[in-house]
Each structure stands twice: as C-alpha cells, then as structure tokens.
C-alpha cells in the first residue's frame, strides 16, 4: 500500500503563529520552524518559533487576563458554560483537528478522530461541570482563649499555569492540563511540541469561538530548549504542568525547585502487564496487544514488558505474533492502516537501535525487527522473548517492541512488575478477585487497570511513581492541584 493510492481529506491549517492575549503573532526575532509529515516528508507548516521575548509576552498576556480581566472573576457556572461550549466545537471539529495530528506525526486519522479529540472534548465537559463546585470545607473549632472560633477553607485560582506538552497525543494532553486549570479559573500558557504543535493552535482558535476571553489561552509554539525551557523558567507561572522525556522533566524540576511553584510531571513508564494462568486469554488478548501496538507504541501508558506465567506463556506469544503479523503498517490517512508512522527519523532510529540491542543482549526476537526504510517513517510491530534486565525490558522505547518475560508465582510477577524505575501504570489479568487486590496493592504504580487497557479518564487522577514523574493531573486531585487552598480563621465574642 502507498500514500499514492489515497484520498487525503482537505482540511485547513491553522495559522502557524503564536497566539499572545488573542492576537495571531510571529515571533519577535521572525524565528520558524519546519513542521514535515513523516508519512510523505512532505513540508506541512512553516511554525513561529518564540523566544524568550515572546515568552514573556505570553506570560504577560496571561498574567493581565488573571489580575484585571473576567476570567477569574467570572461565576463558576459562567465558566463551566464557556468550557461546555468549547467541548461542542471540539467535537464538531473533530476531523479538522485528527487531520492536524494525523499529518503532523502519523497517528491513524480514524484513532484521532474517533479517539483522541472525543476524548478531549469530554475532558473539558467534565471539568466544565466541576467550575461551580470548587469549595473548601468549614468547621467550628475549639474556643481560643476568651474567643470562639470558627474555620473555613477557601479553594482559589492558582494565576498562570504553563502546560508543556508532548508529540503523541497532542490535543488530548493539552485538554488534560488546561480543561482543569481554567475551570478553576486560572490563565494558562501551551508550549506544543514542535512534532505536533497544529492542533494546540486550532484549540485555541476554538476557544476564541467559545467566548473564553483573550489571554486566558496562550499558545507559543517553539523549540523545546528555547521555547519550552524559557516558559519553565519563568517566573511569572504559578504552576508548571509538564509531560514528556525524564531528561527535560529533571531540568523543568530544578528551574521550579528554585521558585517553589507547584509542578506536575509526567515522565512516561514502562508498564507491566502482568498475566496470570487463571486470565481469560481470548479477552485479554486485544487488550495486551493493543497496549503493546496502538499509535505504534508511543504512549506513556504502553504495556510493553508482557510478564506472562509459565503456563500461558506460549499462547501470549502466539496471540501477539498474530497481533503483529494482521497488523496493516501504512499511510495514517488510509481506512486499511491498523498502525501509522513513527512521529520522525530520530524517533524511528532509536527504535531500531533498541532493537539492535535486544537481538545483541541474547533477546530472542519472535517476530517483526527493523524494517527496509522506504519514504515514510514506518516501524515493524516486534515481539521479544526476554528477561527483565534487557534493555528493551529496563529503557521507554516508546515504539512497537514488546518483550515477553516469564514468571512462575505470583510474587515472583510483582517482584518483576515493580523492578522498574519507572512507576505510571500496569496491567492485570486475572479472574480470580483474591489475586487481583493483593496483586494491585503491591504495584509501585499510579493506575492499574484489571482485564483491559485504555486511556485515562478525566473522572480519575493520571500520574506516576518513582522515575515516572511527580503529582497528579485529572480527577479531583489534579483540579486540586490547580488551586491553592485558603485558611480563614474566624474569632467571635460569645453572646
Ligand atoms: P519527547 O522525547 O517525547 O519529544 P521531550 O521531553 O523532548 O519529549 O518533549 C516534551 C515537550 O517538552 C515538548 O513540548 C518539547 O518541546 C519540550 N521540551 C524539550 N526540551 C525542553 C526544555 N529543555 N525545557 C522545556 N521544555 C522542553
């Protein structure tokens, strides 16, 4: 199959300029970058690529909206509005912005369209419905001398939130950090990442349509060592909200360190799924593949080390060979495709490395390993047989390379499943109820989930252990996080 061989859908571009308190900018310096399909190596946008100067701006933008404009006085049901109606164009521009993603960096456009922006819509529904029930807590406290005293907790805005964003799931990580912060009324600035920094522009056009005002979304679009590490840095952000590489997390965390701002990182996993003898296999199947295979491997909560029991060990293996081998590698435009591209060579060759070392470090490889290159960026789905000091089983590959490892008792699994730096999530599959609480409550993880695979849902907190990253986003916790907690303590004469 060739890209030559499909229809593309017409869709439009956004403006690739920097979005400053609702204005269309370029940078200061006239700074861009080129943003290319990987699937043709076509160029798709010539990208404004802000500076420090246009940081600032943005930062400013934000800051002004949050002391003298309407967004944080706005009621709680105002806002919630405003986001609900952000939700609905979301949704209706569903295959614009899947298109943006797909042609950026290579997700299939039917996992976007059906997938990632849906789910970004609901992001922002459901905090649209938390904007007016921020509340604290009140209880009457002991006297205090000769007064009485009574105390109430208040949960007010934070001010301006940075979200830095990474290349996989564009749209929806954006939705995840903003959805939350400006429901509780905060200002937020987006740094995209340059794989896939068109549908962030095209979110907040839409956001524009939805009545948020100006300078409650900024978007600066850059590099992420000038762009990214100056929002970091700045000090006029109240909170830094980060997902992506360890190696940049460390740095965003000691730029933080220094201000005490609040922080959240995300710093990707190298989840277990673990696979017990008593697990339905023909259900599970579609799951442990799918956590392996889906958008090619590059996702944060990917399940890539398979700890499967002895006794089950060959049919998981024959269930994910299969998996790979009815895999459609091809255009992510195209009905066919079951897997897209690889979001760049860089990428693509780090995927192939690992897979070098899996062969040299005594892997057996079962099935798939480096692929001809040809125009696109195309990754073959690879199924490793292989122990838990490898390589391919210690490293976030962040590509389709599974590694199947045994076990033979349960505690040997969880010894296994948490020898790991890292600490985002794991997979259990069990029918037996016992071992699947005793199982959960010993991962070293901050999401399991049992019998299947999925996305994060807003309704419930997201975020890792360990070498996995720091604070929670979604959920109650990660609204939370976008407030900061007021103590009133009140003293009154007794009548
Ligand atoms: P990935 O390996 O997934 O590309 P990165 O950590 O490099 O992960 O990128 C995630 C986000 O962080 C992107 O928006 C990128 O531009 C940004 N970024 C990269 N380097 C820095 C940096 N030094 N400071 C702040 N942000 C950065």
Same mark, same amino acid.
């Given at each position: 199959?060739?890209?030559?061989?499909?229809?593309?859908?017409?869709?439009?571009?956004?403006?690739?300029?920097?979005?400053?308190?609702?204005?269309?900018?370029?940078?200061?310096?006239?700074?861009?970058?080129?943003?290319?399909?990987?699937?043709?190596?076509?160029?798709?946008?010539?990208?404004?690529?802000?500076?420090?100067?246009?940081?600032?701006?943005?930062?400013?933008?934000?800051?002004?909206?949050?002391?003298?404009?309407?967004?944080?006085?706005?009621?709680?049901?105002?806002?919630?509005?405003?986001?609900?109606?952000?939700?609905?164009?979301?949704?209706?521009?569903?295959?614009?912005?899947?298109?943006?993603?797909?042609?950026?960096?290579?997700?299939?456009?039917?996992?976007?369209?059906?997938?990632?922006?849906?789910?970004?819509?609901?992001?922002?529904?459901?905090?649209?419905?938390?904007?007016?029930?921020?509340?604290?807590?009140?209880?009457?406290?002991?006297?205090?001398?000769?007064?009485?005293?009574?105390?109430?907790?208040?949960?007010?805005?934070?001010?301006?939130?940075?979200?830095?964003?990474?290349?996989?799931?564009?749209?929806?990580?954006?939705?995840?950090?903003?959805?939350?912060?400006?429901?509780?009324?905060?200002?937020?600035?987006?740094?995209?990442?340059?794989?896939?920094?068109?549908?962030?522009?095209?979110?907040?056009?839409?956001?524009?349509?939805?009545?948020?005002?100006?300078?409650?979304?900024?978007?600066?679009?850059?590099?992420?060592?000038?762009?990214?590490?100056?929002?970091?840095?700045?000090?006029?952000?109240?909170?830094?909200?980060?997902?992506?590489?360890?190696?940049?997390?460390?740095? !965003?965390?000691?730029?933080?360190?220094?201000?005490?701002?609040?922080?959240?990182?995300?710093?990707?996993?190298?989840?277990?799924?673990? !696979?017990?003898?008593?697990?339905?296999?023909?259900?599970?199947?579609?799951?442990?593949?799918?956590?392996?295979?889906?958008?090619?491997?590059?996702?944060?909560?990917?399940?890539?080390?398979?700890?499967?029991?002895?006794?089950?060990?060959?049919?998981?293996?024959?269930?994910?060979?299969?998996?790979?081998?009815?895999?459609?590698?091809?255009?992510?435009?195209?009905?066919?495709?079951?897997?897209?591209?690889?979001?760049?060579?860089?990428?693509?060759?780090?995927?192939?490395?690992? !897979?070098?070392?899996?062969?040299?470090?005594?892997?057996?490889?079962?099935?798939?390993?480096?692929?001809?290159?040809?125009?696109?960026?195309?990754?073959?789905?690879?199924?490793?047989?292989?122990?838990?000091?490898?390589?391919?089983?210690?490293?976030?590959?962040?590509?389709?390379?599974?590694?199947?490892?045994?076990?033979?008792?349960?505690?040997?699994?969880?010894?296994?499943?948490?020898?790991?730096?890292?600490?985002?999530?794991?997979?259990?599959?069990?029918?037996? !109820?016992?071992?699947?609480?005793?199982?959960?409550?010993?991962?070293?993880?901050?999401?399991?989930?049992?019998?299947?695979?999925?996305?994060?849902?807003?309704?419930?907190?997201?975020?890792?252990?360990?070498?996995?990253?720091?604070?929670?986003?979604?959920?109650?916790?990660?609204?939370?996080?976008?407030?900061?907690?007021?103590?009133?303590?009140?003293?009154?004469?007794?009548?």
């Amino acid at each position: 199959m060739t890209t030559a061989d499909i229809t593309r859908p017409v869709f439009d571009l956004p403006e690739p300029l920097l979005r400053i308190g609702g204005a269309r900018v370029g940078a200061a310096d006239g700074a861009t970058y080129t943003s290319t399909d990987p699937a043709t190596g076509e160029v798709v946008a010539e990208i404004a690529a802000a500076g420090q100067e246009d940081v600032d701006a943005a930062v400013r933008s934000a800051r002004h909206q949050f002391e003298h404009g309407e967004w944080s006085r706005t009621s709680g049901p105002e806002r919630g509005k405003a986001l609900t109606r952000l939700a609905a164009l979301i949704e209706a521009d569903a295959e614009t912005l899947a298109a943006l993603e797909a042609v950026e960096m290579g997700k299939l456009y039917r996992d976007s369209v059906g997938g990632d922006i849906p789910c970004a819509a609901e992001a922002f529904r459901h905090f649209a419905g938390w904007a007016d029930k921020i509340s604290g807590s009140a209880m009457s406290l002991p006297n205090f001398g000769p007064q009485q005293r009574f105390g109430y907790t208040v949960r007010q805005p934070l001010g301006v939130v940075a979200a830095i964003t990474p290349w996989n799931n564009p749209a929806l990580i954006a939705a995840w950090k903003l959805a939350p912060a400006l429901a509780a009324g905060n200002t937020a600035v987006v740094k995209p990442a340059e794989d896939a920094s068109l549908s962030t522009l095209r979110l907040a056009e839409l956001a524009s349509e939805a009545g948020i005002p100006d300078g409650v979304l900024n978007v600066v679009t850059g590099l992420g060592p000038v762009a990214g590490a100056a929002l970091a840095g700045h000090g006029g952000v109240d909170k830094v909200s980060f997902t992506g590489s360890p190696t940049v997390g460390q740095s !965003i965390r000691s730029f933080a360190g220094e201000s005490f701002r609040k922080l959240v990182l995300e710093l990707g996993g190298k989840a277990p799924q673990l !696979i017990f003898e008593d697990a339905d296999l023909e259900a599970a199947m579609p799951w442990i593949s799918m956590g392996n295979f889906y958008h090619q491997g590059q996702v944060c909560a990917a399940g890539t080390r398979v700890l499967a029991h002895e006794s089950v060990i060959d049919q998981v293996v024959d269930g994910l060979v299969a998996a790979a081998e009815s895999a459609v590698v091809g255009d992510p435009f195209d009905d066919r495709s079951t897997m897209g591209t690889i979001v760049n060579a860089k990428q693509l060759d780090r995927i192939d490395g690992y !897979i070098d070392s899996g062969i040299s470090e005594g892997a057996q490889l079962i099935c798939g390993g480096k692929r001809e290159r040809g125009a696109g960026f195309y990754a073959q789905p690879t199924v490793f047989r292989g122990t838990n000091d490898l390589t391919i089983a210690r490293d976030e590959i962040f590509g389709p390379v599974a590694t199947v490892i045994g076990f033979r008792t349960t505690e040997e699994a969880v010894r296994i499943a948490n020898d790991t730096r890292y600490g985002l999530n794991a997979m259990v599959y069990s029918q037996n !109820i016992s071992r699947v609480h005793s199982v959960v409550e010993k991962l070293r993880v901050g999401t399991v989930w049992v019998n299947g695979w999925g996305v994060p849902d807003p309704a419930l907190p997201w975020g890792g252990r360990a070498g996995s990253g720091i604070g929670r986003e979604l959920g109650r916790s990660g609204l939370d996080g976008d407030t900061e907690e007021k103590t009133v303590h009140i003293g009154f004469d007794s009548m």
